[in-house]
């Protein structure tokens, strides 16, 4: 008898050692950064500055072909988000939209860098840097990396298969003293150069509803030691930019090949209001998502655009608008501000926009652009528009999500077509689209997901191909209920059972 009781004591203890470890699984550290906003409220700016912004970008993008890449890591990691999507908000000292914070080396120091899904490397600002900013006009406090005062930060040797895998792109090469270099020229003219290092990266681990935790991972990252053209400016300066493109380089990469996050990540930028939003190295999950399957072989987040409709009729549009090719295609990119069509689709948008609402507003040119005065809201005067991809994804836009206010003329308030015609051969969905919307970037089933949403409002994030599930704030993540009904069932069962068994015997 005495045997029997230890047994069962044994057992229960088991099994409420394992409950408890259930709960731990639960509460599993999240990773967390957030976005914020990076630019002056004060300072309109013209489209033309945005044009040629975003000009500057794309030049950047299509160079940038088999570029700079990263490595990769499984957990939630949540990025809160700064910035803003409504082009009359970013003043003309401005070159991104959305950026966040990360934490590198030992002791950590904290940097700004600006979030980029058309890039693949972090890298930021190396205190021996030539020729780089050392104040900003955004508002924010320039850092540097310290490489040789980091306790934990190591140069990656050209021998090292990481540097190898890098030579692979373009942006790798072997310096004298066998660092691990990397050079990086984009169309405007600037550049940044330096060598790779690996060092501690710091993120929240988000373990429940108001629990949070540190915790941190060595990863691969740029340290720039040489900048030119437009990175030297101090007006637009930032500590550097984290790539999240689908190199191997990159951190979402480096962080779910090492199971610490899923091959997953999502955003939600808030469009209103002071703007921000989230960046989640995990699947935000939302009612309503709906999927288009990425274009393979393409080195950003190509889909595949079939038409557009406006008011519920599909434009004739000529088929070699959406085609897709290494060159030809639509991209997803959160570091262009407008949205842009090629020729062939941008002409009959544009026309069927103006001859809808032809008898509702008055048309205005304002600096070579389309505009419109407006007596009463968008919403009642300008149509419902649709952009249809493959796999039967439609994204839906309302009229503040082609359209931005651009102030007012003689009383009425003038709003201005957002989408622009395409220098190159390619559409870029920009942030005035991407606003408003949960995007899912799901890189192991190769698709990417979407869903209208007020990203002011908490998110749920589920991990469910990685051992995580997270709750954090601005916007909050939850806990999904149907992943900690599974993990709990799953742990605490087994224990129960084998009590069970044990004590019939």
Not at 77 to 103: A, E, H, R
Not at 436 to 441: G, I, L, Q, T
Request: glycine residues 10%; contains cysteine; aromatic residues 10%.
């Amino acid at each position: 008898m005495p045997i029997f009781h230890s047994l069962t004591t044994m057992l229960l203890l088991a099994a409420a050692v394992a409950f408890a470890a259930a709960i731990t699984a639960l509460a599993s550290p999240a990773k967390i950064l957030p976005l914020q906003r990076a630019f002056p409220l004060d300072e309109p700016v013209e489209l033309s500055e945005l044009r040629a912004r975003d000009s500057i970008r794309h030049a950047r993008i299509l160079l940038g072909r088999g570029g700079g890449r990263q490595s990769s890591i499984d957990g939630v990691v949540n990025f809160p988000v700064q910035g803003s999507s409504d082009p009359f908000l970013v003043g003309s000292k401005t070159t991104m939209l959305y950026f966040t914070k990360v934490k590198l080396g030992s002791p950590p120091t904290e940097f700004n860098v600006q979030i980029d899904t058309g890039s693949d490397i972090l890298w930021v600002t190396c205190g021996s840097c030539t020729n780089c900013p050392r104040s900003s006009g955004l508002g924010i406090e320039l850092h540097f990396f310290d490489a040789p005062g980091s306790l934990t930060s190591a140069s990656l040797t050209c021998s090292d298969p990481v540097c190898s895998s890098a030579f692979q792109t373009t942006a790798a090469q072997c310096s004298e003293n066998n660092q691990c270099g990397y050079s990086f020229r984009y169309g405007d003219g600037s550049g940044t150069s330096g060598y790779y290092v690996t060092d501690t990266f710091y993120f929240d681990a988000v373990l429940g509803e108001s629990l949070v935790a540190n915790s941190s991972a060595p990863i691969v990252f740029g340290c720039s030691t040489y900048q030119s053209g437009d990175l030297t400016k101090s007006d637009k300066a930032v500590d550097g930019i984290f790539g999240f493109g689908k190199g191997k380089l990159s951190v979402v990469s480096q962080l779910s090949s090492r199971g610490i996050t899923p091959p997953v990540f999502s955003h939600c930028l808030k469009g209103d209001g002071s703007g921000g939003g989230v960046f989640v190295l995990g699947e935000i999950l939302v009612p309503g998502m709906v999927y288009s399957p990425l274009v393979p072989s393409q080195p950003h987040y190509n889909l595949n655009l079939l038409s557009i409709s406006v008011n519920g009729q599909i434009l004739p549009i000529d088929a070699v608008a959406f085609e897709t090719s290494n060159t030809r295609g639509t991209i997803v990119d959160t570091g262009t501000t407008l949205t842009y069509l090629v020729k062939e689709a941008y002409d009959p948008f544009l026309t069927a926009i103006s001859n809808t609402v032809s008898q509702l507003v008055t048309p205005i040119m304002s600096n070579g652009e389309q505009c419109y005065l407006v007596s009463t809201s968008i919403n009642d005067m300008f149509p419902p528009v649709s952009l249809n991809f493959a796999g039967g994804a439609s994204m839906m836009l309302r009229p503040q999500d082609y359209l931005f206010h651009y102030g007012f003329y003689d009383g009425a308030s003038m709003w201005c077509i957002g989408f622009s015609k395409a220098l190159e051969e390619q559409n870029i969905l920009g942030d005035l689209v991407l606003k408003d919307k949960v995007f899912v970037y799901d890189l192991a089933k190769q698709r990417i997901g979407w869903a209208e949403y007020d990203c002011s409002m908490s998110v749920n994030v589920s991990v469910t191909s990685g051992k995580d599930i997270v709750n954090s704030g601005q916007p909050c993540l939850s806990i999904s209920r149907k992943d900690m009904l599974l993990k709990l069932f799953s742990s605490i069962s087994l224990a129960l059972l084998l009590c069970t068994f044990f004590s019939l015997t």
